[in-house]
């Protein structure tokens, strides 16, 4: 089927060779892809990863381009002239999951863009689970790969490196990272710009190493939206541009009650949101618009500097407003509530000598991550 045999994978193999799976086709990640299942634990072979193409000529049906396979670039609707989205899966999950979906979606329906969006399948480096250990050392090598496979499309179509944006969920976002870093070290290109969504935590905060975790030295510009800090998602300041929901943390709005610690849903409203706003013009009146300040405690108070900069999560976030930034959000789509505009700048600042910061305890990211194998 075009994989290498590798004695990391172990377990049963399932293959098919029509459209007729062994199970209910209910979710794009629990069924083989083109009649492929990889196996019971994360394999570390970058060989098994694979990049998916979608282009406004084939918005429904992906193309599969390869590393080291000019015949499958050429032969693809992919266009070096255009700007290249490149969106990163999670633990356990695919390159066909619905949130890439629907992102896909809705970046092919700009109307004043006109974009080439690839996929990165590490589904067979990302899980199954529990292993989830593994599939976050695995989000270096998928980095590193996923960095080569840019330099291979500048090689032989002669697309250009600085066209292109990772955007990853939970451990796709330190995948993201990983490219960006790749890019600098294996290609001396610096990226422009790097998006994490609820970027992962375990086994990363604290990491002192950050060449192995989404920081803001891996691109130009660096956006975070963060919904489960403390949590299953990272507590640490990961970007240039920082936009808490809510507070970044769980639950969010909607989310109280659902799967468990309501972790999951949480989890997920970080790629919901990037999707809204991709939808939403930069000026909208109720884009989602987040105010800078110290704190959600200070947030909440209404304690911020009424005179401080606002920025727009997600897409249309500007890397000339850096800083941390929250909002609130509504508990279902539209999530958008609309923020009074900012007043005119006093003569003096404020005073800020009783800024908050946010703090963890080490008994509530064990479990968390305890949560996390769980719920994936």
């Known amino acids: ?192 710009r790097v998006s994490g969504l609820d970027p992962a935590g375990p086994t990363f905060m604290k990491m002192a190493n950050s060449s192995h975790k989404l920081s803001p030295d891996d691109a130009e510009f660096v956006d975070v939206i963060y919904t489960t800090n403390l949590w299953i998602g990272t507590h640490e300041v990961s970007g240039h541009v920082n936009f808490y929901p809510n507070g970044g943390r769980a639950p969010q709005p909607g989310c109280e009650g659902k799967d468990g610690a309501s972790l999951t849903c949480s989890h997920h409203r970080a790629p919901d949101t990037y999707i809204e706003s991709i939808n939403a013009h930069a000026n909208s009146e109720l884009g989602l618009q987040g105010m800078s300040c110290w704190s959600w405690d200070q947030f909440e108070k209404g304690e911020c500097d009424p005179y401080g900069s606002r920025n727009w999560l997600g897409y249309y976030a500007d890397k000339n407003y850096p800083g941390s930034f929250y909002l609130r959000t509504n508990d279902e789509p539209p999530y958008a509530i609309s923020m009074p505009d900012p007043q005119s700048p006093p003569d003096t600042p404020p005073d800020t000598s009783d800024a908050k910061t946010i703090t963890s305890s080490a008994s509530g990211i064990v479990v968390a991550f305890a949560l996390y194998f769980t719920l994936y």
């Open 1 to 192: 089927m075009g994989f290498p045999a590798h004695s990391d994978v172990h377990g049963d193999f399932y293959l098919t060779t029509d459209d007729k799976m062994p199970w209910p086709n209910t979710d794009p990640c629990n069924t083989p892809y083109d009649g492929v299942y990889v196996g019971q634990r994360p394999t570390s072979d970058p060989n098994y990863i694979r990049f998916f193409l979608w282009t406004e000529d084939n918005r429904e049906k992906y193309e599969i381009l390869s590393i080291d396979d000019a015949n499958s670039i050429t032969n693809s609707h992919f266009d070096p002239s255009k700007d290249t989205k490149v969106l990163i899966h999670g633990y356990t999950r695919c390159g066909n999951d619905g949130w890439v979906q629907e992102a896909k979606d809705a970046f092919l329906s700009l109307t004043d863009e006109n974009l080439n969006i690839i996929s990165v399948d590490w589904q067979a480096l990302a899980g199954p689970g529990p292993h989830y250990i593994k599939a976050a050392e695995n989000t270096y090598t998928t980095g590193k790969h996923t960095a080569k496979f840019i330099k291979f499309l500048a090689d032989t179509v002669g697309a250009d490196p600085k066209s292109f944006h990772p955007i990853g969920f939970s451990l796709g976002g330190q995948v993201a990272g990983s490219v960006g870093h790749h890019m600098q070290m294996d290609n001396g290109v610096t990226l422009p």
